[in-house]
């Protein structure tokens, strides 16, 4: 029996450590730790179960259905359960998480030293796509380009930037500011959406479990279990990237008070510590990280879609990546502004099925109880969305009213009811059969 090496199994663990690595994942934190300033851990701790835990599980549910959100939708119909893969790709790939890594690689590692113009942008992006595009026409080999070459520089930069925030801060901790002040566990709950990380998991199951068969590995056992170990690597790798990058904007508030966002608080770190040399590396992480990222959403998208349209692996890599191309030319800050209400819309369903498919051998027919929770989950989806959008007067008084409402998370009370409502109804009707 075919078996991973150590290395192999290393490699395996980088590459998916890089393929969450993304934009999002760098810029989000250290605003987040500015903001959360004494409250620091428990904001931490809640961006930590949205950007570390609910992906580690989603990488578990989909290793042991066999890696693709098909066989985990199923219990949901194959038009409900399409819909709903369609909905991810799109929002982790052409839409929203593909274009903000070729924008936020260009405002932070580019841009500083070549100014932002839209032609440079343009420029920079046609020929980001163009290297993503080539990486991606051979998803085969992103084990060897990705774990074994690119990730281990990723990490050594990271691991200079985080060592030398903590060792090194710019200042004191700052005070908590706005919503941190009365719930810093559920703002940082809710920054971790922003990573897109959960959803992004729903997509890389089938890239690492791919990458995995191709090895050579086919027992489904060893699969689950190298996808698992893969999940685990990741999972240690991000949470250290995150709690140093949440110090380091914690402590910045004395040299980046006015920041609007985690660009300028890691490029004001970056500079103030490091100095002209400092930006050079700091451009070298982005770069490395939105890289790798970018090739594994284009990677995944190719795959669904050419499964799902009569259309080759080739041709669809190229259409995203030529749209992509297009929509990243719109600039970070719209890309930001559209995707977070849809994010806050798209978040409860994906945390509602990675949660029933972990549970799947507790269900006596899975359809009774993913049918009735992820349709309640869809709708105070929707609402929370339309809240997040900023179209409040259409959201009904009593979905206001709910618990935890006030911080887009007025879904989980009626979910929680509805699934043991669902529970019950399917051991009812599962005894009753039988008698």
Same mark, same amino acid.
């Given at each position: 029996?075919? *078996?991973?090496?150590?290395?192999?199994?290393?490699?395996?663990?980088?590459?998916?450590?890089?393929?969450?690595?993304?934009?999002?994942?760098?810029?989000?934190?250290?605003?987040?730790?500015?903001?959360?300033?004494?409250?620091?851990? /428990?904001?931490?701790?809640?961006?930590?179960?949205?950007?570390?835990?609910?992906?580690?599980?989603?990488?578990?549910?989909?290793?042991?259905?066999?890696?693709?959100?098909?066989?985990?939708? %199923?219990?949901?119909?194959?038009?409900?359960?399409?819909?709903? %893969?369609?909905?991810?790709?799109?929002?982790?790939?052409?839409?929203?998480?593909?274009?903000?890594?070729?924008?936020?690689?260009?405002?932070?590692?580019?841009?500083?030293?070549?100014?932002?113009?839209? =032609?440079?942008?343009? #420029?920079?992006?046609?020929?980001?796509?163009?290297?993503?595009?080539?990486?991606?026409?051979?998803?085969?080999?992103?084990?060897?380009?990705?774990?074994?070459? #690119?990730?281990?520089?990723?990490?050594?930069?990271?691991?200079?930037?985080?060592?030398?925030?903590?060792?090194?801060?710019?200042?004191?901790?700052?005070?908590?500011?706005?919503?941190?002040?009365?719930?810093?566990?559920?703002?940082?709950?809710?920054?971790?959406?922003?990573?897109?990380?959960?959803?992004?998991?729903?997509?890389?199951?089938?890239?690492?479990?791919?990458?995995? *068969?191709?090895?050579?590995?086919?027992?489904?056992?060893?699969?689950?279990?190298?996808?698992? @170990?893969?999940?685990?690597?990741?999972?240690?790798?991000?949470?250290?990237?995150?709690? =140093?990058?949440?110090?380091?904007?914690?402590? /910045?508030?004395? #040299?980046?008070?006015?920041?609007?966002?985690?660009?300028?608080?890691?490029?004001?770190?970056?500079?103030?510590?490091?100095?002209?040399?400092?930006?050079?590396?700091?451009?070298?992480?982005?770069?490395?990280?939105?890289?790798?990222?970018?090739?594994?959403?284009?990677?995944?998208?190719?795959?669904?879609?050419?499964?799902?349209?009569?259309?080759?692996?080739?041709?669809?890599?190229?259409?995203?990546?030529?749209?992509?191309?297009?929509?990243?030319?719109?600039?970070?800050?719209?890309?930001?502004?559209?995707?977070?209400?849809?994010?806050?819309?798209?978040?409860?369903?994906? @945390?509602?099925?990675?949660?029933?498919?972990?549970?799947?051998?507790?269900? *006596?027919?899975?359809? *009774?109880?993913?049918?009735?929770?992820?349709?309640?989950?869809? @709708?105070?989806?929707?609402?929370?969305?339309?809240?997040?959008?900023?179209?409040?007067?259409?959201?009904? +008084?009593?979905?206001?009213?709910?618990?935890? +409402?006030?911080? =887009?998370?007025?879904?989980?009370?009626?979910?929680?009811?509805?699934?043991?409502?669902?529970?019950? #109804?399917?051991?009812?009707?599962?005894?009753?059969?039988?008698?």
């Amino acid at each position: 029996m075919t *078996r991973l090496k150590s290395l192999d199994l290393i490699a395996l663990g980088f590459m998916t450590f890089a393929l969450f690595l993304g934009a999002g994942n760098i810029i989000f934190p250290p605003s987040a730790g500015m903001a959360a300033g004494e409250h620091l851990g /428990s904001a931490a701790l809640g961006f930590l179960i949205t950007g570390v835990g609910l992906p580690l599980l989603a990488v578990v549910a989909l290793a042991r259905v066999g890696g693709g959100m098909d066989i985990m939708t %199923a219990p949901l119909g194959r038009v409900a359960g399409t819909l709903f %893969a369609i909905a991810v790709y799109l929002a982790i790939g052409p839409m929203f998480a593909t274009p903000r890594t070729a924008v936020v690689s260009f405002e932070m590692g580019i841009a500083p030293f070549l100014g932002d113009s839209q =032609s440079a942008l343009l #420029i920079y992006t046609i020929l980001y796509f163009v290297v993503v595009t080539l990486l991606s026409l051979n998803p085969g080999r992103l084990v060897d380009r990705v774990g074994k070459f #690119i990730t281990p520089v990723l990490i050594l930069a990271l691991l200079t930037l985080g060592v030398t925030a903590l060792i090194k801060p710019a200042g004191p901790i700052g005070s908590a500011t706005g919503r941190y002040l009365e719930a810093p566990l559920a703002e940082g709950f809710l920054q971790g959406y922003l990573t897109m990380d959960t959803l992004g998991a729903l997509v890389f199951g089938i890239v690492i479990t791919t990458a995995i *068969r191709n090895r050579g590995i086919e027992d489904p056992r060893l699969i689950t279990r190298y996808s698992i @170990i893969a999940g685990l690597i990741a999972a240690c790798g991000l949470s250290l990237v995150y709690l =140093s990058l949440f110090y380091l904007g914690a402590s /910045s508030r004395e #040299i980046a008070a006015e920041a609007p966002n985690g660009v300028a608080i890691l490029t004001s770190y970056v500079s103030h510590t490091f100095g002209e040399e400092g930006r050079l590396l700091l451009a070298v992480v982005i770069t490395l990280a939105c890289l790798t990222t970018a090739v594994g959403l284009l990677t995944a998208c190719g795959q669904f879609f050419s499964a799902l349209l009569p259309v080759s692996y080739r041709a669809v890599v190229l259409i995203i990546a030529l749209f992509s191309l297009l929509v990243s030319n719109l600039g970070l800050t719209q890309l930001i502004t559209v995707s977070i209400p849809v994010l806050v819309g798209l978040y409860p369903l994906a @945390i509602v099925i990675i949660a029933l498919s972990l549970a799947s051998r507790c269900w *006596r027919s899975p359809s *009774r109880v993913f049918i009735p929770v992820m349709g309640v989950a869809l @709708i105070f989806g929707l609402f929370d969305g339309m809240a997040a959008a900023g179209f409040k007067e259409y959201v009904p +008084a009593v979905i206001e009213s709910l618990p935890l +409402a006030q911080h =887009s998370l007025g879904w989980f009370v009626p979910v929680l009811l509805i699934l043991v409502v669902a529970v019950l #109804i399917d051991r009812w009707l599962d005894s009753s059969r039988h008698r």
